[in-house]
């Protein structure tokens, strides 16, 4: 998205040239005045007075910048409070100008302690980023932080204003100010309001309030960036230069990925002609085939860099020869590839999920930051930049999300792309799977030992695969330490060892990764009298739970589809008897408007001489819950929490 809203930015310096100014105070009370916090806040840690954010376009020497500034006064009203706000720190990034920072302290008796700037410093985050950092001075209970900052960044098209927190508002303003002759549009999101417009002299202004925001915390299973009260804004009309014609929509963004991705000359239709041959594609290969050599092909052999500095690194025939690609370049190697070979794919590009649903009714171009290529005759989708991913498993963060494509049309010998909108569909959940399989058996000191068999597909299996492939090799029994839970984190329990099928190929085989091992688990059992307790939940792990009963704001979210399925067996001492196997039988669903069950937990035992087996089955088919099914879904997570703390009883006979 980068090189395309660059090229946005210069088609509107080309076609505006703006004097008006609007000027907007950048200071603040002279002679400040405490607040009174409404009272339904009144147990809050903080409470946000007021924060306004006003954006304004200007143009210096012919360049488009957007100026934003932020007032913030926020009241602490605990201890907590003065330990969120005693401390401040701002990024500094580049292609930002800071114009403004000012931060004071005002204390109910009046006293204020403002930041002076050589109370500022620069330094370095955890993350080895530039900020700066200062200290709040005189913070205490009931007292009032006020901050001023503004910055100067390259013009802003797009963007997004979150105005929801932990901590309630009790007034939010959004203002986004521009030259009458362009036209920017607002819309809220999870109850903040759209934005209305209006035009003073030469100046429009954009603005949307808001009061008394309650405060929202995260929660798990849930999507906080997703839920939280934010206003998106475009600019969508130039009605000097094209009156009535909506610009920057979706139509345009599916242009201008087209041209990006499609348009090529003969030379690198050679050099893709030569590289499918070398990859082993035949004209007579199934298409999913096709699809496989071709992924495998690039992401094993191409390097994908964030930047190069060659201005041919876009040029597949550059690519194919350095082995090197930019995101832009691996998009269009994919493309041709496909193209050439006979394969049916449409590029596309969609949100983050986690962070905000696409809108297809509002064109924030801004949000839009994944690639990903569709096949429609195979209903499945492919992740040209994940270099582990495999055909046909995408982000997790696209699933259930809709996507923009850039569906092919050809006219005679022009050819061109539509705009279409379709669901990311996620895969069956039965293709994202952990499974055990453990036997349990005794000595004659009744000291356990565990044989287990871990396998994991799909989706369940991301982050093990690399790990496994990558990690140099006096590194893998710390891997397989992670994977073994019930070796009690102890590495000399771990008898025995091995993986299988770790190659990222299994992604599209479907073939699952296995870590096998052999473990002393004498932490499972415990003496009781005469009677033994074998914690057989343990061999689950700890689950996630919601026992809590306060209650729940945010709708449910999990991250893919998949399925747990798990055989315990028990090789049950001679002279011994299990005196409670009832306590295995726990059975939970939840079912959907039509009966269908979309998540579910079973389990059951069956004996046979000295033989107890468990079986255990678990799935979640549905990705997102509304606020209402929380207390039918949470049954079938608590069902897989209460199952790990099953403890069986062992007797003598």
């Known amino acids: 998205m980068k090189k395309i809203a660059a090229g946005v930015i210069c088609v509107l310096a080309a076609t505006t040239h703006i004097n008006a100014q609007t000027s907007i ?22 409470v946000i007075i007021d924060q306004d954010i006003k954006l304004e376009y200007k143009e210096i020497e012919k360049k488009g910048y957007t100026y934003r500034k932020l007032h913030r006064l926020v009241k602490v009203l605990d201890e907590k409070g003065i330990e969120s706000f005693n401390k401040m720190n701002f990024p500094t990034v580049e292609g930002i100008e800071i114009i403004t920072l000012k931060a004071r302290t005002i204390l109910p008796d009046g006293k204020v302690f403002e930041v002076t700037k ?34 100067r960044k390259p013009v802003a098209l797009f963007g997004i204003e979150t105005y929801q927190y932990s901590m309630p508002v009790m007034h939010a303003g959004f203002m986004l100010i521009s030259p009458k002759r362009l036209v920017y ?3 809220g999101y999870n109850g903040f309001p759209d934005t209305h417009d209006s035009v003073t002299d030469d100046t429009r202004y954009v603005i949307a309030n808001k009061n008394h925001i309650p405060p929202l915390q995260n929660e798990v299973y849930s999507f906080y960036d997703a839920n939280r009260m934010r206003v998106d804004y475009k600019i969508s009309y130039l009605p000097e230069e094209k009156m009535g014609v ?13 041209d990006a991705t499609y348009q090529v000359v003969d030379k690198e239709t050679k050099a893709v002609t030569k590289y499918l041959e070398t ?17 495998n092909g690039i992401k094993n052999n191409i390097t994908l860099y964030k930047e190069i500095a060659d201005a041919n690194s876009w040029r597949i025939d550059n690519i194919i020869n350095k082995k090197s690609a930019t995101e832009t370049g691996i998009n269009r190697l994919f493309a041709a590839c496909f193209l050439q070979a006979g394969v049916t794919a449409e590029i596309g590009i969609t949100s983050d999920r986690t ?94 030992k565990t ?7 799909g989706y369940s299996a991301f982050g093990l695969r690399e790990a496994a492939v990558l990690l140099p090799k006096d590194k893998i029994k710390e891997l397989v330490q992670s994977v073994v839970g019930i070796a009690d984190g102890k590495p000399e329990n771990i008898l025995t060892y091995s993986l299988a099928n770790e190659a990222f190929e299994n992604y599209t085989t479907g073939v699952p990764m296995r870590v096998v091992a052999t473990v002393n688990t004498p932490q499972l059992v415990e003496k009781a009298g005469p009677k033994y307790i074998l914690k057989i939940g343990d061999v689950i792990g700890r689950q996630e739970e919601l026992y809590q009963n306060t209650e729940r704001k945010l709708p449910m979210d999990i991250s893919y589809p998949h399925s747990l399925n798990r055989t315990i067996t ?71 929490a209460d199952f790990n703390k099953v403890n069986l009883l062992l007797s003598n006979k």
């Open 451 to 457: 044989d287990i068999v871990y396998s994991f597909a």
């Open 185 to 187: 549009e607002g819309r």
């Open 118 to 151: 050589d109370k500022m410093k620069t330094s370095k985050n955890d993350n080895g980023s530039s900020e700066l950092v200062f200290a709040m001075e005189g913070v205490e209970k009931n007292a009032e932080i006020e901050l001023l900052y503004e910055y």
């Open 279 to 295: 990859l082993g594609v035949n004209e007579s290969d199934p298409e999913a085939d096709k699809i496989k050599k071709i992924e």
């Open 246 to 258: 909506r610009m920057f929509t979706w139509q345009d963004l599916v242009k201008r990925i087209y």
């Open 25 to 46: 105070s950048d200071d603040w009370d002279a002679k400040p005045v405490m607040h009174t916090i409404d009272s339904a806040f009144a147990k809050a840690e903080a």
């Open 355 to 448: 962070q905000a649903q696409f809108d297809n009714n509002f064109e924030n171009w801004n949000q839009m930051e994944n690639y990903v290529f569709y096949f429609p005759k195979q209903g499945k989708f492919l992740y040209p930049t994940g270099t582990y991913y495999r055909y046909p498993f995408v982000p997790a963060s696209m699933l259930t999300n809709k996507g923009l494509f850039c569906k092919l049309m050809k006219l005679g010998d022009i050819s061109n792309a539509i705009a279409d909108v379709r669901p990311i569909v996620p895969m069956n959940y039965a293709d994202s799977k952990s499974n055990i399989d453990a036997t349990i058996s005794f000595n004659n000191e009744m000291e356990a």
């Open 570 to 640: 028990v090789v049950i001492p001679a002279g011994y008897k299990v005196l409670n196997p009832e306590t295995i039988n726990i059975n939970a669903d939840f079912k959907n408007s039509e009966g269908v069950a979309t998540a579910g937990f079973h389990s059951s035992y069956a004996i046979d001489g000295n033989k107890l087996t468990v079986t255990i089955t678990e799935f979640y088919s549905q990705l997102h819950y509304e606020v209402t099914d929380y207390e039918a879904y949470r049954k079938v997570i608590n069902a897989s």
